[in-house]
Structure formats: C-alpha cells, structure tokens
C-alpha cells in the first residue's frame, strides 16, 4: 500500500465518522399499556433506523416480560406459580427463579418491608375501582404474607409455597427487571447513549450531549410541580409515590404500596426516590421508605455503598441520603 492511498483510506474512515456523527440523531418513542405502564425508550443513534430497530428490540422485550410476569395474564409464568406451588412445587425458567432469589434478598435487606407475597392480601385492592379488603379479609389472609414461605429449590430450580393462601406479584420489581434488560439489548447493539423508563424505574447510559441527563422529582400533590433536580449519568433510578395508583375515601388515601405487617398502604413517606447501579435494585429498594419509614429506610440506604435516595415525608419535607448531602450538610453532623 503506497502512502497515497493509505491517505485515502484514512480520509474516508474520517469522513464516514464525521458523516456519521452529523447524521446521529435521538430517536425515542413513548408507549403504553406494556406492563400496565408508560415504557420510554431514548437512544442515540448514527440512523433514525437504527433507533427505531433497537427500540422495538426493546419493547418486545418488555412484552416478553410482561407475557411471563404479569399476575393479570392467566397464562403466565407466574400466574401458573401462584395457581400450584402451594400443592407442589413447580419447576419454572431460569430467568424467573433468579428473579425470585432477588426479590427474597431485597425481602431480606429490607427487613420484609419488600415482599413480593404481599400479594396474598394486595389481590383484594382494586384501586380503579375504589376496592379494599375489609379488616376481617385483611386477618384472615396475612399470615400468607411472609417472603420465607417462598422454597426456592436451586438444584431443581423450582418454587414451592409452604403453605395455601400465598400469592406472590412482582409489581414491584419486574419493571426495574425489564429496564435492565432494555438496557441490556441496547449495550449489545453498540449503543452507549440512552435512556430506559417503564413506570417509575428508569436507566440512563452515557449523557446528553456531554452533560447530565436532568431527571426532575414531581411534588406528591402536584404533577406539575418539581421538589427537586437530579443530574445523573450512568446510573439508574426508581421513584415510588402514593399518588401512582390510589383512591381516597373518608380521607384516608389507598394506594397501591402495601405493609406486608399489615397488609394496609404504607403511608410513612409519599414518595421515594432511589439512585443505584441496576433498576432492579432501585425498584426492590424504593418500597422500603413507605413501610419503615424515613429514619429506618434511610439507615438501609446509608449502609449500601451505590444507593442514594431522597425521601418526601407526610409533612412534605425532603430528606436525602448520606452521599446526597452537601459537604456543609456532612459537617453539621
Ligand atoms: P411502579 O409500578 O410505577 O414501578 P413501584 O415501583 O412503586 O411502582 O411499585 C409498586 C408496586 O409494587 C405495586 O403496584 C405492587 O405491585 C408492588 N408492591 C406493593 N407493595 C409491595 C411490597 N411491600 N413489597 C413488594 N412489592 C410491593
Ligand atoms: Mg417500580
């Protein structure tokens, strides 16, 4: 190869990067109703095709999830879990049984206040139509709340339930789940700008244009309103609130974060807001604050190396954690 045309090769690699970087582009698209949520998928792309390829690599994901996940389709994974394993145990995918293990170590780490067997009284609530168990269904049905009737079996990778009346949902963190795996699909294709969001758990890789994404945290009351602005980049984060699904009566709000203790909504916070590595771990985490409230959640929170989280307690105050605080905070303690 002369030096000429080694020049030429050069000056179209050249051309062809900067060709491609003046063509890149964002390219998002918002959908509904995939896992009884709002998915968000954002990535930058060098072609609107391109984008629109991996964002509906994405979305059959979150579908595929939500086919074997969802407690409101008889036909998936988990409903047939929730209609056997009290009688046997029932042999389930990989992907489901590693799944399980997580949610009992998030059961674990948060002293129970994330169980996924609240379901076994969470049934009863239909907030769309302003129903709750009464306090003779709510005592009947709790002594099936409790993570350790869950009999995980890894050599047979089955479930078993230790006794009837358990029903396991996972609500509350197959959609940090489907965010990683979003993520996931996009990493895989090259892709290293991009945001995830399905419900209230997001994932972020890379930035915006050499700054932060920007994730605003809305007031309990009040849609419109910001309590507070996030810079975040390479991260993932999930934002619980009792203003999601709910119904008031006699005014006593009903929402859809439940105490596995008492099988009633967890009121000691009206929102948290979780930041750490994976959405997974923000979802199973972001419960917490609801069911042991700010001061015992925010211990938990403290003692985990990659969480942070800000809290809005009843009164409306915004707490945050350790690694949130400013310097002149720190001191002050
Ligand atoms: P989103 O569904 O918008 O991501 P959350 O992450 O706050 O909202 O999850 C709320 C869901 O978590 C509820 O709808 C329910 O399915 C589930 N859930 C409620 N209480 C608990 C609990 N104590 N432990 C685990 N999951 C729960
Ligand atoms: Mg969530």
Request: aromatic residues 8%; neutral net charge.
């Amino acid at each position: 190869m002369n030096l000429c045309s080694g020049w030429r090769i050069w000056l179209a690699l050249l051309l062809g990067m900067i060709s491609a970087s003046a063509h890149a582009e964002w390219v998002d698209r918002v959908v509904d109703g995939i896992m009884g949520t709002r998915i968000t998928v954002e990535v930058w792309t060098d072609t609107a095709a391109q984008g629109n390829t991996a964002i509906d690599a994405v979305l059959a994901e979150m579908r595929r999830l939500d086919d074997s996940m969802s407690t409101y389709k008889s036909t998936s994974e988990v409903s047939r879990v929730n209609a056997q394993a009290a009688q046997h145990p029932v042999k389930i995918t990989r992907e489901l049984f590693d799944l399980l293990t997580q949610a009992v170590e998030f059961s674990r780490i948060t002293h129970g206040a994330f169980d996924i067997t609240y379901a076994s009284v969470g049934f009863m609530y239909e907030f769309r139509k302003h129903e709750r168990p009464d306090d003779k269904q709510i005592a009947a049905a709790l002594p099936a709340v409790n993570y350790r009737h869950l009999i995980l079996d890894a050599g047979q990778q089955t479930i078993r339930f230790s006794q009837s009346g358990v029903r396991i949902d996972l609500g509350g963190i197959a959609k940090g789940y489907a965010v990683d795996r979003g993520i996931a699909i996009l990493q895989q294709r090259g892709i290293t700008h991009a945001l995830v969001t399905a419900g209230g758990d997001s994932r972020i890789i890379g930035d915006r244009f050499g700054k932060p994404w920007v994730v605003g945290i809305r007031h309990p009351d009040d849609a419109s309103k910001v309590i507070a602005k996030i810079p975040l980049a390479d991260t993932a984060l999930s934002t619980s609130g009792d203003y999601e699904r709910y119904f008031d009566e006699n005014g006593t709000r009903y929402h859809h974060i439940i105490d596995p203790g008492t099988g009633k909504p967890a009121s000691k916070v009206r929102s948290a807001t979780i930041i750490a590595s994976t959405a997974l771990r923000t979802d199973g985490l972001s419960k917490t604050a609801f069911v042991l409230g700010p001061e015992a959640a925010m211990q938990i929170y403290n003692q985990l190396e990659d969480v942070d989280a800000i809290l809005v307690t009843p009164e409306g105050k915004v707490l945050y954690s350790r690694g949130l605080e400013s310097p002149s905070q720190q001191a002050d303690k």
